[in-house]
C-alpha cells in the first residue's frame, strides 16, 4: 500500500504542474500571434503606415480632425480608390493599363458632346460608359491577339485619347452638363442627377465603397476572381486547367477603362468643369498604379487585394490633404508624396518577406 501512495503522488505532481505553469504563455500568445497575423496580411503594412499618417496630422494640424475636413479629404481619395481598384485586376494579370489616364480625360468630353447633341443626361452617361468599354476592349484584343505588350499598347491608346480629347475639346475648358443648379421655389440646390453623379457630398464615396466591394467580392469569391489569380500567377498552367485565358484578360482590360470612364464623369460633375489637361490625366493615372502597389499588389502579377487599394488610396489623400493644411509649398508636394510612397513599399516588401517566411505567401 505505501509503495503505491508512493507512486501516485509522483505521478500527479509533473502532470498538474508544468500543465499549470504552461497556460500562461499560451493565453500571452494569442495577442501576439493576432498582431503578427494582422502585420503579415497584405493589407496589414499599408493601415499601419495610414494610422500613423493620420496620427501626426491629427497632432500637428489643429483642422485635420474635423468633420469639414473629412469633407475635403473625400475629394483626393474616392475618385483614386475606383482607378485602383480596376487596375488591381490587370495587375494581377500581370499587366498594366496606362489608357486610363486617357480615358479619364475623353470620357467628360464625349458625354458633354452627347448632352449638347440633345441626348438626356442618363443616356449620355451611359453611352459614355459604353465607349469606354469599348476602349478597354480594344486594348484587351491588341495585347491578347496581336501580342502586343499591354505596356506599349495602353501607352498608344494613352497619347491616341489625350490627343484626340485636345482636337475635338479644342484645349477649351467647357462647363459639364448637369452639374449646374437646379431652382426650386425656395432656393438653388443640386439636380437629382449632379446629387448622384458626384457633385453631392458623399455621392463619390458612395461610388467608391460600391465599385470596391463589388471588385473585392469578385475577386474573393467568384470565379472569376480565381481565373483572374491564376493566370496572373502561371498562364501556361491556368490554360491547362481549363482557364480562358484570353477572356479573362480581356474583361479585365474592359473592368479598368469602365472604372476610368465613370471616374471622369464624377470628377467633372464634383468640379463643374471639364478640361483637356494631358498633364492631370497622366498624375491621375501614376497615382492609381501607385495606390495598387503600396496597397499590396504586385506588379509581377499573381496576387493582389481591391480593399488594399482602397486603403493605398486613403492613404495618398492623407497625405495630399494634410500637406496642404499645414501649407507646404507647391514645389516641395511631390517631393514629400514620392518619399511617402518609397517609405510605404520598403514596409511592405520587408513585411512581404516576413509573411513568406512565416508561410503565409
Known amino acids: 500500500m505505501s509503495s503505491a501512495t508512493g507512486n501516485a503522488v509522483p505521478a500527479a505532481a509533473p502532470t498538474g504542474g508544468p500543465a499549470h505553469r504552461r497556460e ?8 501576439l500571434a493576432l498582431v503578427k497575423r494582422f502585420l503579415t496580411a497584405r493589407e496589414g503594412s499599408i493601415i499601419v503606415v495610414t494610422v500613423l499618417l493620420t496620427v501626426y496630422f491629427s497632432v500637428t494640424v489643429s483642422a485635420f480632425f474635423t468633420g469639414g475636413n473629412f469633407q475635403n479629404l473625400l475629394q483626393y481619395f474616392t475618385w483614386l480608390a475606383i482607378l485602383a481598384a480596376g487596375e488591381v485586376f490587370l495587375m494581377i494579370n500581370g499587366e498594366i493599363d496606362l489608357s486610363i489616364g486617357g480615358v479619364y480625360l475623353f470620357a467628360p468630353y464625349l458625354y458633354y458632346e452627347l448632352a449638347n447633341g440633345h441626348v438626356p443626361l442618363l443616356p449620355a452617361v451611359l453611352i459614355t460608359f459604353v465607349a469606354c468599354t469599348a476602349i478597354g476592349l480594344v486594348n484587351g484584343l491588341i495585347t491578347m491577339i496581336v501580342g502586343i505588350s499591354s505596356f506599349i499598347t495602353t501607352l498608344g491608346t494613352l497619347f491616341t485619347l489625350e490627343g484626340f480629347t485636345l482636337i475635338i475639346s479644342h484645349a477649351e475648358q467647357v462647363t459639364a452638363p448637369g452639374s449646374q443648379l437646379a431652382a426650386s421655389a425656395t432656393s438653388n440646390s443640386l439636380s437629382t442627377f449632379a446629387s448622384v453623379f458626384g457633385a453631392g457630398t458623399y455621392s463619390e464615396l458612395i461610388w467608391a465603397l460600391a465599385v470596391v466591394v463589388i471588385l473585392a467580392v469578385a475577386l474573393a469569391r467568384t470565379r472569376w476572381g480565381l481565373h483572374t489569380i491564376a493566370v496572373g500567377s502561371n498562364r501556361n498552367a491556368a490554360a491547362e486547367a481549363g482557364v480562358n485565358v484570353r477572356l479573362n484578360l480581356i474583361r479585365n482590360f474592359v473592368v479598368c477603362s469602365t472604372c476610368a470612364g465613370l471616374v471622369g464623369i464624377l470628377e467633372s460633375v464634383r468640379t463643374s468643369s471639364i478640361s483637356p489637361d494631358p498633364s492631370s490625366a497622366n498624375s491621375v493615372l501614376l497615382l492609381a498604379i501607385a495606390s495598387a502597389v503600396i ?38 508636394l511631390n517631393f514629400y508624396l514620392g518619399l511617402a510612397i518609397l517609405f510605404a513599399m520598403l514596409v511592405n516588401v520587408y513585411l512581404g518577406r516576413v509573411r513568406r517566411m512565416s508561410g503565409h505567401g
Open 24 to 31: 500562461a504563455p499560451r493565453a500571452a500568445a494569442v495577442p
Open 295 to 332: 496597397g499590396g499588389t504586385l506588379l509581377a502579377g499573381g496576387t493582389g487585394t481591391v480593399i488594399g487599394a482602397l486603403i493605398g488610396a486613403l492613404f495618398l489623400g492623407i497625405l495630399q490633404d494634410g500637406l496642404a493644411i499645414k501649407g507646404v509649398n507647391a514645389d516641395y
